[in-house]
């Protein structure tokens, strides 16, 4: 019999195996879990723990696996995003306006996992709407990235929008996590925390029952310790799904194949405009590093241009927000969720809305309304939309050239909590080297691979051609290999 | 624009001269589906309220629209019909406002790209005259739901049924210029959508309604300040909203007033439109592409087999009426106002005569019907009985005369022509051994009539003719009498 923390110090793929040889079962894995949640709320990575659906999950599973049933999650307990509906489990995106709100229905996302075995922990804190780079922005509070430089006291941010995800998998009190990433939600949080985050093709994930931040850019992907892992969980949550229309459907290849360690004679691009003024040393050493890792793994590192890529980010700002604008519209207090009476129809609509949504979601309806306003919607959003089109054109042509592009994850480590909470400018350069490909809607992972001076986690991004995983996994996973990344933070929330 | 003369007719006459009203119409026409737009919950007529919501209609969080394919072809077909432009790209926009109505707080509908582009539309007006009505788009969109302000004191309810369920808005250009011009504009459309079985065309249960736009301006002069009338339900409230509107603005400029663009509603209690909002008060839309849906794109072939499968249309139906049947615009006209009515006519005349045929359609029939009510799709005399009856006139059984008893009883008992001449005795005789011997008898009690028709007074022959038919009881053949009775008389 094993002890907990030697359970939780499983990797969702080690985990699996002990699954299968019986070394363990998922009642004792997921007990193991429900106690590191509980432990760990310091980080308040959870916004609703669901200890007794999970032991229920896993009492079905173990019984499933007696019979002979075993699916590619069988009896792995997750944490799931608060932006996926569960249903009859409360889904509140992470905001005042969903408050109770208990959905009908699962999304296509998790009810793919659970189909595949898998134990829901519970649903995971994130920025509100999914609109944050530090997780910061949640009705529920701010998360707490479970790493903190050496002497430090003071709370760091996860990154975001899934920074509920990223803390609860960096602390491993889940054997992984589900995440969506609009314009790097799922990628800058894993740099921050020292995981695996990998973002599909848009297209291959349904977005039927995620609440929708910009259905043109959501996109939602595994959270884990390692690539392995990564590319198990993927192919577990995609698919086509008749439910979302822009959902495509296309074989699911094994992603787990694709991890042969064996990238000899890959063209890994280096795109000289993701030089950006301004950028940390640490930063680019370790981009540099990354180059050398790969040239010495056999692959040919190519000098490649993406020239429109300064245009992305204000794009990115101008499009989402206005897709957010219409598609937060729904939450007028009528149906569901939080209503605060007003004296009439308007006073009603404008309480709610005041109170239930923060100061970011706020922020970013005003940006998007405007955006799309009768005479600024030519020179606004139309431009935008000429602009994503120009960016997707960029990636098409480096493909032509390269088979991967490599570029760091994000501009900086996770930072202290409100370093950045007042200056929205700054907060958006979270996202500057993965809005690109966001944008143009191509898969991309973040993959641990160093440390920064003051010994919190950086990652490095690896980016493929639109659904061309497998490059992108075997590239991630000799990428892992050769980093070797093994520190981990310290459980200071369990002293 | 197009430049359409001014017809004198439809001139108004004010106090300072003459007024032209100029009208285009938005006809929004509910596609006959089993479901909606973009959601399965069903769209049935009449059910509970809110008991045909899905989540998707419910705007609930996460929850994606997918397009109903049969609706597409509806628009496709009913675009066929209005001899319009298909375009095999077209994207869906999201307008938005709030509503309670409108849980997504956004309508799907389609602006910059429509399904349908340019089309025409040929009305007909009551004195046999024909106008083209150019139409400007025909795009789908979703209907909102109904808010009900009656069922509470101080609260508003909201039944979502309606709410997804999919609409044409059919845009006509400014080409009308009379109430009834509008008028048969609406019908002509309601008999196409009919026609293509793209929506039931019912005003009253609200699966056609019309949007007005009315401005007045002097014949032929620059376009005046439009008013939009909206959502008006039945032909004679679009002929009274529009007599009303025209008014109301003709007396605003005749005292030096100027209209305000705004939208009204057209109260028909009072008969009167009233101001809804303003041109300031207007929505901005924030129009936008539907990131939930891709471009709508249709091949060709499968447009191409909705073609092969449209039925005749009305215009097509009525001048092949008339070029084959030989019948008169006006005859043509009345048969092809409904699919089920020329279907009828094409079978009774089906191997008769056309116009003969036509004439007890069109008067007796159709009498009949209307005094009864019933709709012809229901008509307890078939069109094989009724082209029995005309059977028996053309082969002399029973005279014209006797043909129209013999109707009035098939429209009491629904029986068969035959059986009714069989049973009532009614048969014809052109017998000419019997019809001499009542010759004979009538010649014989008249010798002073015979005198006078042989002294030259040979339209007497005619009462002689009345007399035999009346002692044979109606069923002698009049052609048969004639002659014998000339015989006889006049030695012919």
């Known amino acids: 019999m094993a002890m907990n923390s030697d359970l939780t110090g499983l990797t969702l793929a080690e985990a699996r195996d002990a699954l299968a040889k019986g070394e363990t079962t998922s009642v004792e894995l997921t007990e193991a879990y429900i106690a590191a949640v509980a432990a760990a709320r310091p980080l308040n990575a959870f916004v609703t723990e669901t200890p007794e659906k999970a ?26 995003k608060d932006l996926f509906c569960t249903k009859d489990v409360l889904s509140t995106a992470s905001s005042h306006i969903l408050d109770g709100f208990q959905p009908p229905y699962e999304s296509t996302v998790t009810t793919n996992l659970w189909n595949a075995g898998a134990v829901m922990l519970g649903k995971l804190n994130m920025d509100e709407f999914a609109m944050g780079s530090s997780n910061e922005t949640s009705y529920y509070g701010p998360v707490a990235n479970p790493w903190r430089p050496e002497g ?11 920074g509920g995800s990223a803390s609860s998998v960096a602390a491993e009190i889940v054997v992984a996590a589900t995440g969506t990433d609009t314009g790097g939600s799922i990628r800058q949080p894993a740099s921050f925390t020292g995981i695996v985050g990998a973002k599909p093709t848009y297209g291959r994930c349904s977005r039927f029952g995620v609440v929708a931040f910009a259905s043109s850019l959501d996109q939602a992907g595994p959270m884990t310790r390692t690539v392995r892992d990564a590319a198990i969980m993927m192919g577990s949550m995609v698919g086509f799904d008749p439910m979302d ?106 309480k709610t809305r005041a109170e239930g949504f923060g100061a970011e979601v706020q922020r970013r309806i005003m940006i998007g309304t405007y955006v799309l306003s009768a005479g600024f919607y030519d020179a606004y959003y139309l431009k935008a939309q000429k602009v994503r089109t120009l960016i997707g054109q960029d990636f098409e042509q480096a493909f032509g050239q390269v088979d991967a592009i490599l570029t760091p994850t994000a501009p900086s480590a996770a930072f202290a909590a409100g370093e950045k909470s007042g200056d929205p400018i700054a907060m958006y350069l979270n996202d500057v080297f993965t809005v690109p490909a966001s944008m143009a809607g191509l898969p991309g992972m973040s993959v641990p691979a160093g440390l920064s001076d003051n010994g919190m986690p950086l990652g490095l991004q690896v980016l493929a051609p639109a659904f061309d995983e497998m490059t992108m996994f075997r590239v991630g996973g000799v990428l892992e290999s050769a980093a070797a990344f093994s520190a981990r933070p310290r459980k200071w929330w369990l002293a | ?161 309606r709410c997804g369920v999919a609409l044409m808005e059919i845009v006509s250009d400014p080409d009308m210029r009379s109430a009834e011009e509008a008028s048969a504009y609406v019908e002509k459309v309601q008999r196409i959508v009919r026609y293509v079985g793209s929506c039931d065309g019912v005003m009253a249960e609200g699966s056609l309604r019309a949007d007005v736009n009315v401005s007045v301006r002097r014949p032929g002069g620059e376009l005046g300040t439009r008013c939009e009338i909206k959502n008006v339900n039945s032909m004679r409230f679009i002929r009274q909203a529009i007599e009303h509107e025209a008014r109301r603005q003709i007396e605003i400029l005749e005292d030096g007033g100027k209209i305000d663009q705004e939208t009204r509603l057209y109260d028909p209690n009072k008969g009167v439109t009233r101001s809804m909002r303003s041109k300031e008060e207007a929505h901005d839309y924030r ?83 209307n005094r009864t009510g019933i709709n012809i799709a229901e008509s307890p005399i078939k069109a094989a009985q009724l082209g029995q009856l005309i059977d028996r006139i053309i082969d002399k059984t029973i005279s014209g005369r006797i043909a129209k008893e013999v ?65 044979s009881g109606g069923k002698a053949n009049p052609q048969a009498v004639n002659k014998i009775l000339r015989e006889k008389i006049l030695g012919d």
């Open chain 2, 407 to 471: 109707f009035e009883v098939m429209c009491e008992t629904h029986q068969d022509p035959d059986a009714i001449i069989a049973e009532k005795g009614l048969k014809q005789v052109t017998d000419e051994g019997a019809i001499t011997a009542v010759v004979d008898q009538v010649i014989a009690e008249n010798p002073d009539k015979v005198a006078d028709v042989q002294g030259g007074k040979e339209k007497l022959l005619g009462w002689f003719t009345g007399q035999v038919m009346k002692l």
């Open chain 1, 55 to 80: 032991i229920e999950m896993a009492k079905a599973s173990d019984a499933r696996r007696s019979a002979g049933t075993v699916g590619a999650m069988e009896g792995l307990p997750l944490g799931i």
């Open chain 1, 245 to 350: 229309s822009t959902s495509v459907d296309m074989p699911v290849p094994d992603f787990e194949s694709a991890l042969t360690g064996d990238i000899r004679g890959l063209k890994i691009g280096i795109p000289a405009e993701y030089r950006i003024d301004g950028m940390p040393p640490e930063i680019e050493k370790l981009w540099q590093q990354g180059e050398a890792w790969l040239r010495d793994a056999g692959a040919e590192i190519v000098p490649i241009s993406l020239p429109h890529t300064k245009y992305a980010l204000p794009a990115y700002y101008i499009v989402a927000p206005a897709e957010a604008s219409s598609n937060l519209a729904r939450y007028d207090g009528m149906r569901f969720g939080l209503r605060v009476d007003g004296n009439d129809l308007t006073e009603t609509y404008e």
């Open chain 2, 287 to 369: 129009y936008f592409p539907d990131p939930d849906l891709l471009p709508l794109e249709m091949e060709q072939e499968w447009v191409d087999a909705i073609r092969a499968s449209l039925p005749e249309l009305p215009d097509a139906k009525k001048a092949r009426f008339m070029a084959d049947f030989g019948l008169s615009e006006y005859d043509a006209r009345t048969l092809v106002s409904d699919r089920d009515s020329a279907d009828y006519y094409e079978a009774v005349a089906s191997g008769r005569d056309p116009k003969l045929s036509a004439n007890w359609v069109t008067t007796d029939l159709f009498g009949y019907l």
């Open chain 1, 152 to 162: 430090d006291n003071r709370t760091f941010v996860p990154g975001g929008s899934s």
């Open chain 2, 1 to 161: 624009m197009r430049d359409i003369p001014t017809n004198p007719d439809n001139l108004i006459a004010g106090e300072t001269g003459d007024w032209e009203i100029v009208m285009g119409l938005e006809i929004h026409a509910q596609v006959s589906s089993n479901a909606k737009l973009f959601s399965g919950a069903s769209t049935e007529f009449g059910a509970d309220p809110n008991s045909q919501v899905s989540f998707v209609d419910a705007g609930l969080p996460g929850m994606l629209p997918t397009i109903n394919e049969r609706c597409v072809e509806q628009a496709v077909r009913t675009g066929m019909g209005l001899n319009a432009e298909i375009n095999l790209y077209s994207v869906f926009d999201r307008k938005n406002y709030f509503y309670p109505d409108l849980p997504q707080g956004y309508q799907i509908s389609q602006f910059k790209q429509p399904i349908v582009g340019r089309g025409t539309v040929t009305i007909e007006l009551s004195d046999g005259s024909t106008k083209e009505i150019g139409v400007e788009r025909l795009h789908l969109e979703q209907d909102a739901g109904k808010s009900l302000h009656d069922q509470h004191p101080s609260q508003t309810y909201v039944d979502l049924n």
